[in-house]
């Protein structure tokens, strides 16, 4: 490495943002705990926290193959 080249950090430091989207998405329950707009028959409050566990699985293998890509 150059003396004048700052170190990067490692990838999986800043991958971390990924795993605080489903954090950030049910922090507040306020803004989705509503029955409309419905899908399928099911309100919106079960069908979006059932829409951030499928995302939430998708980010985290994600981030799981980003991170062992490091190591």
């Known amino acids: 490495m150059a003396p004048n ?4 950090p490692p990838r999986s430091r800043t991958l971390w943002l990924l ?14 705990a509503r029955n409309t ?8 409050f079960y069908w979006y926290q059932l ?6 699985a998708v980010l985290l293998g994600l981030y799981y193959r980003l991170t062992k890509a490091d190591s």
């Open 37 to 44: 707009p419905a899908l399928f028959g099911f309100p919106f």
């Open 19 to 32: 795993l605080a989207l489903p954090y950030a998405g049910l922090l507040f329950p306020q803004l989705y």
């Open 5 to 8: 080249a700052s170190p990067r």
């Open 51 to 56: 829409g951030w566990v499928l995302l939430t």
